[in-house]
Antibody, heavy 125, light 110 residues
């Protein structure tokens, strides 16, 4: 079964850091670009960051640039999001998602065909 | 405020047809493929349409996509109560160097 499972969310104070993880199974992880997409409570989807299959291409939304770092470990079939200097507006459900075509970059307009269940990040004092 | 504009809500009766629009610009829809997603309440998004008009396996042909210029449209025929969900368009924006989503459209099947 193709699956993505996020972890690492929680309650954190403004200015602190958090690291999210996404464990992939059921597909050849290192063939696909991966993304983090978030959804604030009651709001729409917001793309956060994407990384190509070989980590050669990485992109970030302006809202997180300079604060968040995406990475992947293909040997461990895992995707990560290091979140620093967290703000209240980063409070959201964070999903990891897989591109639906192989060997894409973070800038390809591909669909995202597999999504995890999400992990909740709450930034509050 | 998203660079892709969708109507906040649409509604139609069971069995009828509905269309959801997604308006953008030359930096996004005009020069890139569009995808569509369905998000049922309390669940993760699901890919309905990719490359403007292609359906992943398992998606019924009641769902269709089209693109013209800087706008895209999702069509749903034979509406069912189970189609009540939020629908999002998405693509790449070359000016922002970012993947972008529309603000979402809530479909109500009356």
């Amino acid at each position: 079964e193709v699956q993505l499972v996020e972890s690492g969310g929680g309650l954190v104070q403004p200015g602190r850091s958090l690291r999210l993880s996404c464990a992939a199974s059921g597909f050849t992880f290192d063939d696909y670009a991966m993304h983090w997409v978030r959804q604030a409570p009651g709001k729409g989807l917001e793309w956060v960051s994407g990384i190509s299959w070989n980590s050669g291409s990485i992109g970030y939304a302006d809202s997180v640039k300079g604060r968040f770092t995406i990475s992947r470990d293909n040997a461990k079939n895992s995707l990560y999001l290091q979140m620093n200097s967290l703000r209240a507006e980063d409070t959201a459900l964070y999903y990891c998602a897989k591109d639906n075509k192989k060997w894409g970059s973070s800038s390809d307009p591909y669909g995202m065909d597999v999504w995890g269940q999400g992990t909740t990040v709450t930034v509050s004092s | 405020q998203s660079v892709l504009t969708q109507p906040p809500s649409v509604s139609a009766a069971p069995g009828q047809k509905v269309t959801i629009s997604c308006s953008g610009s030359s930096s996004n829809i005009g020069n890139n493929y569009v995808s569509w997603y369905q998000q049922l309440p309390g669940t993760a998004p699901k890919l309905l349409i990719y490359d403007n008009n292609k359906r992943p396996s398992g998606i019924p042909d009641r769902f269709s996509g089209s693109k013209s210029g800087t706008s895209a449209t999702l069509g749903i025929t034979g509406l069912q109560t189970g189609d009540e969900a939020d629908y999002y368009c998405g693509t790449w924006d070359s000016s922002l160097s970012a993947r972008v989503f529309g603000g979402g459209t809530k479909l109500t099947v009356l």
